[in-house]
């Protein structure tokens, strides 16, 4: 076997090609006279060979005190070190578990009795009032709720879930099967981004179905329906596509007929909202880092709020994104739920009080047609109807972060 060693590296007397002593080779002469400094130079620091000693590029020995040092005092020592990183890390997990999961039970739980009085409303086209206010759709929500139970604004929850879900999975297949990207990196190029909106495309097309049948499910008032299961979402997508199942009138718009009007406003969603995320959070990044500092950064007041500028720009930016897209892409919203629900022979609840029931009877024949009975019959604020419970969903979702805010604070200032 080769041997590894220098070949400067003769014993004790190893100093190196670079020393100026170094005369290539050693004597014993030498050693006899070196002075004990000398000696205990050469020996308590050995050279420091890539690969020896389980060492790595830019590691070091340790150094003779070091490795003196009784276990008990380096014991001690370590015992005595404050666990400020396991500390913070906990904290820090703690903080962005406990906002994350109060957004997501804001959008998804909270704001749930808005969304299903919004959808009644667009597609009620027998309705006088219009409820662009907040107050006048909070009045007859409560309405609703005292004559049917509480359980009335939150009916077909479940399926909104069922959708998501079916999105994520479909999205997911898509990518791994395909080369179509899920995600667009930092260094995107126009490719790229043809490929993730093809890949958004096909799932709002797999998932087209499903919120046909979820639509059914938020709108159809609670007096006349049955309780439905978990799974009826799935079951009545399946049968829309093959074309059994649950009875339908002839008026049923055919599902390629909503293709085009619901890819085209999942995608202006998307670009909409991600394009709006983006810059809000770059926007909210670019203050906080120009935003002046306290004049001692360990101070427990600035540990807070780097915690909280960790998680919370993220929030604003994201219910930020989803309210610019709700509003601006309003009145295509209306349309396209009017065309999902038309031929369904579904009955909604009376928007204009609340103590009534109303069939859902149009006779559209496609997207430009729904536009144009819309503007003819109703106006151009037909298209808005129920815009007042959208109002109440983002304002609750704000006070929601708020407070949610304000509490970490107060807990992350005691912890």
């Known amino acids: 076997m080769t041997s590894r060693r220098p070949d400067s590296f003769e014993g004790l007397g190893y100093r190196g090609r670079e020393d100026p002593s170094f005369s290539g080779g050693y004597s014993g002469r030498s050693f006899n006279n070196s002075s004990g400094s000398d000696l205990q130079h050469w020996v308590t620091t050995p050279p420091d060979i890539p690969g020896s000693r389980n060492l790595h590029f830019g590691d070091r020995t340790p150094q003779f005190e070091m490795a003196s040092a009784p276990p008990e005092a380096a014991e001690e020592a370590q015992s005595a070190a404050p666990p400020s990183g396991n500390t913070e890390n906990s904290l820090n997990r703690f903080a962005g578990f406990g906002i994350g999961l109060a957004s997501l039970f804001t959008e998804n739980v909270l704001a749930h ?12 086209y027998h309705a006088r009032c219009y409820h662009l206010s907040p107050l006048t759709a909070i009045s007859v929500m409560y309405n609703v709720t005292k004559t049917q139970g509480p359980k009335a604004l939150w009916k077909g929850m479940g399926s909104t879930f069922v959708v998501q879900g079916v999105t994520l999975g479909t999205e997911g297949i898509i990518s791994e099967c395909t080369p179509l990207p899920r995600e667009l990196s930092h260094k995107w190029n126009p490719k790229q981004v043809v490929g993730h909106l093809v890949l958004k495309g096909f799932t709002y097309v797999v998932a087209m179905p499903f919120y046909s049948a979820s639509l059914i499910e938020t709108v159809q008032s609670e007096i006349i329906r049955d309780n439905p299961g978990i799974l009826d ?8 596509v093959v074309g059994m199942g649950v009875p339908h009138s002839k008026r049923l718009l055919p599902l390629w007929n909503l293709l085009f009007p619901t890819v085209l406003h999942g995608l202006l969603h998307y670009v909409i909202s991600s394009t709006v995320q983006r810059l809000v959070l770059y926007l909210l990044r670019r203050q906080n880092s120009g935003s002046p500092k306290h004049s001692s950064p360990d101070s427990q007041a600035d540990a807070v709020q780097s915690m909280l500028d960790a998680y919370f720009p993220e929030l604003m930016a994201s ?12 009145p295509l919203e209306t349309v396209l739920h009017r065309l999902h629900i038309q031929g369904t022979r579904t009955i909604i609840d009376n928007t204009d ?21 819309i503007r003819r019959e109703e106006g151009t604020m037909g298209f808005y109807k129920g815009f007042g419970s959208i109002v109440v969903q983002y304002s609750l979702h704000a006070a929601v972060l708020q407070i949610t805010k304000m509490i970490y604070s107060m807990l992350l200032r005691n912890a």
């Open 319 to 330: 219910f930020a994104a989803s309210l610019c897209a709700d509003v601006l892409l309003f």
């Open 353 to 373: 009080l609340g103590f009534e029931v109303l069939p859902i009877n149009t006779q559209y024949e496609g997207m430009r047609d729904c536009i144009n009975a």
């Open 233 to 240: 979402c799935v079951k009545e997508g399946i049968g829309r």
């Open 113 to 124: 009795p808005c969304i299903v009085f919004r959808r009644q409303c667009q597609v009620n």
